[in-house]
């Protein structure tokens, strides 16, 4: 069973900041790529942010410049500092985590939150 709970979402003013943070835990063996991925009504589920346990990122053109992804290995948990928000931005976000588990450890699977809201406006 693995679980990855994510927090820090709210509504937030054009302009400010918020740091949305997503921990893993279960019978984990290993993780791979960790992932941010945000869907705003209507609209498909986007990529945001991705990280290597190497600490590689890949970003959205969309918020370039403005959102750092970063992890911690230890804790098993990813960040997204998400800075200068517009109301573009407003969607819930979903944590992803590529990993190997105890009852599968040939094979790794995706695995998401339940996701955050975020919500940019005045």
């Known amino acids: 069973q693995v679980q990855l709970v994510e927090s820090g979402g709210g509504l937030v003013q054009p302009g400010g900041s918020l740091r949305l943070s997503c921990a893993a835990s279960?019978?984990?063996?290993?993780?791979?790529?960790m992932g941010w991925y945000r869907q705003a009504p209507g609209m498909q589920r986007e990529m945001v942010a991705t990280?290597?346990?190497?600490?590689?990122?890949n970003y959205a053109d969309s918020v370039k410049g403005r959102f750092t992804i970063s992890r911690d290995n230890a804790k098993n948990t990813v960040y997204l500092q998400m800075n200068s928000l517009k109301p573009e931005d407003t969607a819930v976000y979903y944590c992803?985590?590529?990993?190997?588990?105890?009852?599968?450890?040939?094979?790794?699977?995706?695995?998401w939150g339940q996701g955050t809201q975020v919500t940019v406006s005045s």
């Open positions: 990280i290597t346990s190497g600490g590689s990122t």
């Open positions: 992803n985590a590529r990993l190997t588990t105890y009852s599968r450890p040939y094979n790794s699977y995706d695995y």
């Open positions: 279960g019978s984990i063996v290993r993780i791979y790529a």
